[in-house]
């Protein structure tokens, strides 16, 4: 695959190189400096080959991504010098002759990436790590996906799920095209799942959006029987994985899931380093969180149900601005959610109102709002009253809050018991 803009991979890369000083890079070893000048190397090869026949933006990106990869590479700097203008060449022969000559670089640089990946994946800054191999598949997929292949069966026979679901994760959003080869690779994801997230909370890439979770799969799960999803959502803290942690403690019922929303928290601003998002990814979405969010989760639910036999519907509860995305599924998809606990938490209003009346009837929603929490009296009182009436004047007949002693807290206990019972389990 050969591309002609940079990818989002290349451009984190760079953020990361001009932010030094902010975002601890990985360390580089004396062989991890030799894979960056190999593939520096092979993408000034790949810009000769498009200045030549005049695409120079992307030879300009490609000698810019080099420079990032070493600084000091004179042959990258000086060929971008030269470089009359930044525009490509619409001319079809021109584009053909290109494609043509830079394939057998852009192989061998994508190869690079994958060995550096491999070089560096257990540093502690995986951003940028696993941006390297995404990179690899922007460059040229079909080279990173034998590289995966290779690697995921090496590793899985040494029994190291926890590399194998690392790698796996990130190259299911690059499907080989081989039937037969993803459906094994997805039957081994979910083993490593299966596996690992009974001790800690796994951090999972959607397949078909770009909303990241945590999931937490219940101890005895398999995927033989249905499982009810619990979805927890957290407040403005964003801590994510800690709220998945704390639902799953003690877990043997639900399939626990925490996405990594916007809508939660009160800014986004610089706040990167609470989420598995780049800040340009953050800044993208400030301004509308929930056409997000709303959307993440509805492909968050779609993927558990199809690897880890989820079911239809939802629990779900929101802590404090948890409580937002909490209120907006009652609201406007009461037809997925069999219980909704908002525990201290925020209500902004309701976007749109479903028309199901049977839905509406069906679905509890069941508060709890601790006593002495200091934004009870100041605003989360007069937001439950707001959405007690919008719900009663819509058609909701199983609303009710409790207050419970305790100050602005996540109410992980009650939300558990309501679920159980509106799911017909026995503890």
């Known amino acids: 695959m050969i591309l002609a803009r940079f990818g989002s991979a290349v451009l984190l890369l760079l953020a990361l190189s001009l932010h030094a000083g902010v975002v601890a890079q990985p360390a580089d070893t004396s062989s991890s400096t030799k894979l960056k000048q190999a593939i520096a190397k092979e993408l000034v090869s790949a810009a000769d080959a498009a200045s030549d026949n005049g695409q120079n933006a992307t030879a300009a990106e490609f000698l810019n991504e080099a420079l990032v990869l070493v600084p000091e590479d004179r042959k990258a700097a000086k060929a971008l010098e030269k470089l009359d203008n930044e525009q490509n060449s619409e001319d079809a022969d021109a584009v053909a002759k290109y494609e043509k000559k830079v394939n057998k ?6 190869n ?6 491999s070089e560096l994946i257990t540093d502690k800054d995986r951003t940028t790590v696993n941006a390297w ?11 990173a996906n034998d590289w995966v292949e290779s690697e995921y069966r090496t590793l899985y026979g040494k029994k190291d799920f926890g590399e194998v679901y690392r790698l796996l994760n990130l190259a299911q959003l690059h499907p080989t095209g081989d039937e037969k080869k993803d459906v094994a690779r ?3 994801l979910t083993e490593c799942v299966a596996d690992l997230s009974v001790r800690s909370p796994l951090l999972m890439q959607c397949r078909d959006h770009d909303m990241n979770y945590y999931i937490s799969l219940p101890a005895g799960w398999t995927k033989d029987k249905e499982w009810p999803i619990y979805v927890t959502q957290e407040g403005a803290g964003s801590n994510f994985q800690g709220m998945n942690r704390a639902a799953a403690k003690g877990n043997k019922e639900f399939i626990i899931i925490t996405c990594c929303t916007f809508s939660n928290t009160n800014s986004l601003d610089g706040q990167a380093k609470k989420y598995p998002y780049t800040q340009e990814f953050l800044d993208e979405w400030s301004g509308n ?3 997000f969010d709303e959307p993440g989760l509805l492909a968050v639910m779609k993927e558990v149900r199809e690897l880890y036999n989820g079911t239809e519907k939802i629990c779900i509860t929101g802590y ?4 937002i995305l909490t209120w907006h599924m009652v609201f406007k998809h009461p037809d997925k959610v069999i219980a909704a606990v908002p525990a201290c938490g925020n209500f902004a209003g309701a976007q749109e109102i479903s028309d199901d009346a049977e839905a509406k009837k069906k679905i509890i929603v069941h508060a709890y709002q601790g006593e002495k929490d200091q934004h009870k009296e100041t605003m989360l009182d007069a937001q439950w009253e707001s959405a007690l009436k919008l719900a009663k004047d819509n ?3 199983n609303v009710s809050r409790d207050i419970i002693p305790g100050g602005h807290i996540a109410c992980h206990q009650q939300a558990r018991e309501v679920f159980l019972k509106a799911c017909g389990i026995e503890e």
């Not at 670089?105 to 994508?110: E, I, Q, S």
């Not at 690079?112 to 990946?117: A, D, E, K, R, V």
């Open 133 to 143: 191999l995404a990179r690899a598949f922007e460059l040229h997929a079909e080279t």
């Open 105 to 110: 670089a852009l192989k061998k640089a994508a």
């Open 112 to 117: 690079g990436y994958c060995q550096l990946f």
């Open 289 to 291: 969180r929930l056409a």
């Open 186 to 188: 997805e039957s081994v």
């Open 395 to 397: 058609g909701y007949e």
């Open 320 to 323: 404090s601005g948890g409580g």
